[in-house]
């Protein structure tokens, strides 16, 4: 058996070393242009048939000092470093959340939710416009981690370790949220995935409040320690031991580097024009099956202003089995981006059927989508709708650097400051934006429809 820190080092040794600098007592391979590279390993979690884990794990291990993050991979791995597919364990999201605590203060490196010592703790957010630290991630991803890109392009990158960002006293850390479930042996493997609460047969959420009779599946009836049902029982795969080992590329900040913006739109976001500055974000919904015919296709939108506009460096959707892809629109009707969904075809992991194992991402030509401060801005998210979904997401992540002339548009959110943040992707800039362009034809029509639901409760991520 490998220990963590022997596998993270193994890993490392794979990449081809120019240098090497220390960071854990262990090396970071430097390349020649000064780019860093490290894998980390999360905490071990233990996971046997139908179970769930939703932990929290706080001040993980990141590279250190004024850095510009270019590049988070992740993925879920047993004892011995070997990808775990998803149709054994399914990797319903995995969150990485940046946050300020009092140097003098200690706060348990694993705990069940955010609700921690807040006069000693503050999320440091994205720009994203949802309210009380819902989708308020630097990065974040599911099922499709291991084929979704997440490199972010020169000279651009997500700026961390800035002294001057923190609170007198305070020092920067990172929270890593894994939320996995076990489907070995299970009844309903998609049941599981989708959190159906009838197969987990809960009535109250984590936090110990009662459940609506009308939710059918989501992120509150699939909490941390809760079990889906098995075929039978008694089952014999075995409990065993999981990590989530996490890729960082950085550089170290200089003058030449352009900080970017997060910004995270949810298509079940709502607000009000006479306070554009409160947005709630349900972050899940239901897909309802279609009464047959030949176009079997749930599409829902929201419209969300930006707060800060600037140039589009990267944009990418996440989604969930059954979703057939999403749309960021301008507010003139022209596309930002498209994100399409690759479905696997095998078992191996990273092409598992059935599961979503990539999303397309866009990278702009630079300066050639500009976006205009307070711009209306629409996410559209299509799933298949020939059978019941629930716990669906339809996000769209957008990264945004500053023009030197911003352009004034409509006033729709006058006085709103904003916080510094970033997303990531890591395959080659090969025109995927003007892919996208050419798919988001072909779905376009789905813009005359329009379909919302109601009755969820606000989820804090």
């Not at 879920?76 to 990797?91: A, F, I, Q, R």
């Not at 959190?195 to 992120?219: S, W």
């Not at 024009?273 to 709630?280: A, D, Q, V």
């Amino acid at each position: 058996m490998v220990s963590r820190g022997h596998f993270a080092a193994m890993v490392v040794a794979f990449f081809v070393v120019r240098s090497t600098v220390e960071i854990l007592g262990k090396d970071v391979v430097v390349d020649e242009n000064g780019v860093k590279t490290f894998v980390f390993l999360s905490p071990k979690f233990e996971m046997g048939p139908g179970t769930v884990v939703n932990k929290y794990y706080y001040n993980v291990d990141f590279p250190k000092g004024h850095i510009a993050i270019k590049r988070f991979d992740a993925e879920v791995v047993d004892e011995d470093g070997n990808s775990v597919p998803l149709h054994e364990t399914y990797l319903h999201h995995w969150l990485l959340l940046r946050y300020q605590q009092k140097m003098d203060v200690k706060i348990p490196e694993l705990v069940g939710d955010l609700e921690v010592q807040r006069d000693e703790f503050s999320i440091m957010g994205n720009a994203g416009v949802c309210q009380n630290n819902a989708l308020g991630q630097i990065f974040g991803l599911g099922s499709e981690t291991r084929k979704t890109s997440t490199l972010v392009p020169d000279p651009y990158g997500i700026e961390a370790g800035n002294a001057a960002d923190l609170k007198p006293g305070y020092e920067e850390r990172w929270l890593l949220n894994v939320h996995a479930i076990d489907t070995r042996d299970a009844e309903d493997k998609q049941g599981c995935t989708e959190c159906r609460c009838d197969l987990y047969n809960v009535t109250k959420d984590q936090r110990g409040r009662p459940i609506d009779p009308n939710y059918k599946g989501g992120l509150y009836c699939c909490h941390d320690q809760q079990q889906c049902r098995l075929k039978v029982e008694g089952a014999k795969s075995p409990v065993r031991g999981l990590y989530m080992k996490y890729t960082v590329t950085w550089v170290d900040w200089s003058p030449s580097a352009v900080p970017v913006r997060i910004y995270i739109f949810d298509v079940t976001d709502t607000w009000k024009k006479e306070n554009p500055l409160e947005h709630h974000c349900r972050v899940e919904y239901e897909v309802e099956p279609c009464n047959g015919g030949e176009d079997c296709t749930q599409v829902k939108r929201s419209i969300s202003p930006i707060p800060k506009g600037g140039h589009v460096v990267y944009g990418v959707a996440h989604q969930h089995s059954g979703g057939i892809g999403s749309t960021l629109y301008r507010e003139d009707g022209s596309v930002i981006c498209t994100s399409m969904p690759t479905y696997g075809t095998g078992t191996e992991p990273g092409n598992e059927a059935g599961y979503i194992v990539g999303m397309s991402t866009c990278y702009p030509e630079p300066s050639s989508m500009t976006l205009a401060d307070g711009e209306l801005l629409t996410v559209e998210s299509n799933y298949n709708s020939t059978q019941f979904h629930t716990g669906v997401m339809g996000l769209f992540y957008i990264l945004v650097a500053d023009h030197t002339e911003r352009p004034r548009h409509t006033d729709h959110i006058r006085g709103q400051i904003t916080k510094p943040s970033n997303p990531v992707d890591w395959v080659p800039m090969i025109g995927l934006f003007g892919v996208a362009v050419i798919v988001a034809a072909g779905i376009a029509y789905h813009r005359r429809r329009f379909q919302t639901e109601d009755g969820y409760q606000s989820i804090v991520m």
